[in-house]
């Protein structure tokens, strides 16, 4: 049994009406959700091979496409490989290996943005490289970690925003704490799978940096010049522009061993958990301070927000993670579909659209592995089944302007690919299809191997 939800059907009742069920039908089988995932991928993928095949991405409303940059960087095929591999669409995977390395070239005068092309292209080729072992994979990894590296040339050693990938011209001196932290597992791999310790050292060198601008309670703030190391604005929160910062200090520290990871998450988790939670009517919260006082600025919570669970979870703080993925789910099911930003307050939309973003369902799968708790699962089974009946469009599917009115825009971002429809499959799928204990998820889920797990066969020596 499926249960699928109309417009005019509020899903905050769909977890109760599935516990109430029969003993025998309580839940749909785990096996037909990771196949409705996994159609949805094909579905998905279709589209960009009938319509944008070789572009950045498919615009599934209008049947086209777009680049990020003046010239295509294979996005949407490379973000994706690693899904197909999981799924076993093999057909589907050799297509979009060929093409990657027939057509993706990194020598391209034009700026590009350090943060996005390290999560979905770095991330997505080292990723390449350990599940497929092609070396070919590997020199396009180190060609564009070579490339990027002029980024970190500021005095402070914390990354511009921009660089040429020709010349390694930098610009966009105001930056902000994820988009300097966020790069370190992937450098960090790269330097693994090369034995080039420049990518390490240079990405740790920007977090540590940043680490020591910290305010004297703990607090990052939302942007910080990095030729001068003033902050800019002085907000904190776990939100896009902080949020994977967060995240990478505790992997960091998980992927490496690195104990200077370890003393930075744990003093950086302490100084979030005393100020930002606020507890309202509505739930348990992560809001907005003052990176100085403490003091409470909005209380906003939004999409990007939603990883915070699955982070506390594999940080094992699964008590604190239980109450926040409470507050996660409720916010997505009071619309349906969860909005970009929430007044937790009045639970209103600050910013109504859904960009088909995976961090709720993310921490959905995060839980329910480290928990074992079914409750999770049926959480993260009504998410999926939403989101699929809502933003499915005749090719691909289609972001939300407005989870109100479920009226969808002309957007498909590569993460729906790399991460949305990943969690959502192996959030269903037999645990042997990803064992979760032997890999650390890039903020882009491109799943990376701990230190001491056995290479496949035909990946090349460290």
């Not at 615009?59 to 690693?82: C, E, H, I, K, N």
Request: aromatic share 12%; glycine share 8%.
């Amino acid at each position: 049994m499926r249960i699928r939800f109309g417009p005019t059907v509020r899903l905050a009742a769909a977890l109760p009406l599935l516990l109430q069920l029969p003993a025998c039908a309580r839940r749909p089988s785990a096996a037909d959700e990771a196949s409705a995932v996994r159609d949805a991928f094909r579905h998905a993928w279709a589209g960009y091979e009938q319509y944008a095949w070789g572009r950045d991405q498919l615009l599934p409303l209008s049947q086209g496409a777009r680049d990020w940059y003046p010239a295509s960087l294979v996005m949407t095929p490379l973000d994706a490989f690693d899904t197909m591999l999981l799924m076993g669409l093999d057909s589907e995977a050799t297509r979009a290996k060929t093409l990657i390395l027939d057509s993706l070239r990194f020598d391209r005068d034009f700026p590009v943005q350090v943060f996005e092309l390290t999560i979905r292209l770095l991330g997505g080729l080292n990723t390449a490289y350990q599940m497929d072992g092609d070396k070919r994979l590997l020199a396009l990894a180190t060609d564009l970690g070579n490339r990027l590296l002029p980024a970190f040339g500021s005095s402070t050693g914390m990354p511009y925003r921009f660089v040429n990938l020709r010349t390694g011209a930098v610009s966009g001196p105001v930056s902000n704490p994820a988009e300097i932290g966020t790069l370190m597992l992937e450098f960090g791999t790269l330097s693994r799978l090369t034995g080039d310790a420049r990518f390490y050292d240079a990405a740790k060198r920007a977090v540590i940096t940043l680490f020591a601008h910290r305010s004297t309670i703990g607090l990052v703030g939302s942007t910080i010049d990095v030729e001068t190391g003033a902050w800019q604005d002085r907000e904190s929160h776990v939100t896009g522009g902080i949020d994977s910062y967060y995240e990478y200090l505790l992997k960091a520290w998980l992927l490496f061993g690195d104990p200077d990871f370890k003393r930075m998450w744990e003093e950086s988790i302490a100084a979030a958990d005393r100020y930002l939670p606020d507890e309202r009517p509505s739930g348990f919260w992560y809001g907005h301070v003052d990176m100085d006082t403490g003091r409470r600025g909005a209380t906003q919570f939004g999409a990007l927000d939603a990883f915070l669970p699955a982070v506390l979870a594999l940080g094992g703080d699964l008590p604190r993670a239980g109450r926040l993925m409470e507050s996660v789910y409720r916010m997505w099911t009071t619309f349906g579909v969860e909005p970009e930003v929430l007044d937790y307050v009045t639970m209103q939309p600050v910013a109504a659209g859904y960009e088909l973003r995976p961090e709720a369902i993310e921490s959905a799968y995060y839980l329910f592995r480290l928990t074992g708790d079914e409750r999770y699962r049926d959480m993260g089974r009504v998410m999926v089944d939403s989101l699929l009946h809502y933003t499915r469009a005749k090719t691909g599917f289609a972001a939300l302007e407005s989870v109100l009115t479920k009226r969808q825009a002309d957007r498909m971002e590569s993460f729906f690919l790399a991460e949305t429809l990943k969690y959502a499959y192996l959030l269903f799928a037999p645990p042997e299809t990803l064992d979760f204990t032997a890999v650390i998820f890039n903020t882009e889920a491109h799943p990376i191997r701990r230190a001491g797990i056995a290479a496949p066969a035909g990946e090349g020596s460290r």
